[in-house]
Nanobody, 115 residues
C-alpha cells in the first residue's frame, strides 16, 4: 500500500551537486516519522547517510557532514537530500527510508561521482 518513490540520482563530477527527493504515498503525514537515506556501495554494507525527524532533527554520517543537507516537506510527504561537493567516495545506490508503523524503503537511485 505504501510506496516510496525516490529520484534525483545520476552521474556527476566530483565537486558538483545533486539533489535527491523521496516521496511517500499511501500514508498520512501524521503517521510518517523519520525520513532519510542510506547508501550501499559495491562490496559494502548499507550505511546511514542522513535522517530527518518530523520535528526537523537531523542526523548525518560523519563522511557527509558539511556537504549534505536533508530537509522535508510534511505536506508533500517528501524529503530532500542536497548533496554538495560530492566525492567519488559518495558513489553508491541511495535508498530512501520512511518510518511509519513500519519501515518503508525506496527502490534506490544510483549516484555516481567521477573524479
Amino acid at each position: 500500500q505504501v510506496q516510496v518513490v525516490e529520484s534525483g540520482g545520476g552521474l556527476v563530477q566530483a565537486g558538483g551537486s545533486l539533489r535527491l527527493s523521496c516521496s511517500a504515498y499511501g500514508i498520512r503525514f501524521p503517521l510518517l516519522g523519520d525520513m532519510g537515506w542510506h547508501r550501499q556501495a559495491p562490496g559494502n554494507q548499507r550505511e546511514l547517510v542522513a535522517v530527518i525527524g518530523r520535528d526537523g532533527r537531523e542526523i548525518y554520517a560523519d563522511s557527509v557532514k558539511g556537504r549534505f543537507s536533508i530537509s522535508r516537506d510534511n505536506v508533500k510527504n517528501t524529503a530532500y537530500l542536497q548533496m554538495n561537493n560530492v566525492k567519488p567516495e559518495d558513489t553508491a545506490v541511495y535508498y530512501c527510508i520512511c518510518r511509519g508503523a513500519r519501515d518503508y524503503w525506496g527502490q534506490g537511485t544510483q549516484v555516481t561521482v567521477t573524479a
